[in-house]
């Protein structure tokens, strides 16, 4: 990457929008009003504004190997938390990818280090739908099968987190569960039914 280009991109950049609207970043300063908070996975392929065609300000974006909620993870805490009772978002998307490295990983054995206690995350996942996964001949498929499982079940991990219940229930607040296929630069809703999926938890997380 040549470090010299990114600032005469950004020149350009700058002038490409002045030109159409010469108060642009005069008015981007002023402050943040995003809908939508985004968690998606570190990967370099997937940029959400990108996929999305969104714009500067439109979206609050948390990103980390394999898009994974962590109570644990005080950054991903302070994102949703920051989210929720301060902006006000009223979408909050768990978006994970087909061909994601961290969830491949994570379905083998090899001892990756400091990665082993984060990829736990997802092998939590694989051991709570292990029937179902274990059922599927095709490794591939096995795979991708598995993606889409880690989005539910980091939505669920969302849903646990007392803010988000509370702008959850009231209507305030809608999930989200997408993974975006890289072969096709398509994003995928999984159209989770999220009433059923939390039936499973309701009085172990519920807080009042």
């Known amino acids: 990457m040549d470090i010299a280009k990114i600032f005469e991109d950004n020149a350009s950049w700058v002038a490409s929008r002045i030109g159409k609207d010469p108060g642009y970043f005069e008015s981007l300063s002023q402050g943040q009003d995003p809908d939508m908070l985004y968690i ?3 990967d370099s392929r997937v940029t959400a504004e990108d996929m999305m065609g969104a714009e500067p ?3 609050f974006v948390h990103r980390n190997i394999a898009n994974v909620v962590s109570n644990l993870d ?5 994102v949703i938390n920051y989210s929720v009772v301060h902006l006000h978002v009223k979408h909050i ?7 994601c490295g961290g ?5 083998q054995s090899s001892n990756l280090g400091i990665l082993n206690p984060w990829l736990k995350n997802i ?3 694989y051991r709570l739908h292990k029937d179902e996964l274990n059922a599927i001949a095709d490794e591939d498929k096995r795979y991708s099968r598995l993606v889409e499982l880690n989005v539910q079940e980091q939505c669920v991990n969302v849903l646990k987190i007392p803010e988000v219940q509370q702008a959850y229930r009231s209507g305030k607040l809608t999930m989200h569960g997408w993974v975006f296929d890289i072969a096709s630069g ?7 039914d999220f009433a059923k999926v939390l039936q499973d938890i309701e009085g172990i997380y519920d807080l009042d």
């Open 186 to 192: 398509k994003i995928v809703n999984l159209e989770i």
């Open 74 to 78: 005080i950054s991903a805490m302070s």
């Open 93 to 99: 998307v768990v978006c994970g990818h087909y061909g």
């Open 40 to 42: 998606g996975c570190s």
């Open 57 to 59: 300000g439109d979206l």
């Open 123 to 125: 092998r939590d996942i």
């Open 103 to 107: 969830v491949k990983a994570a379905m």
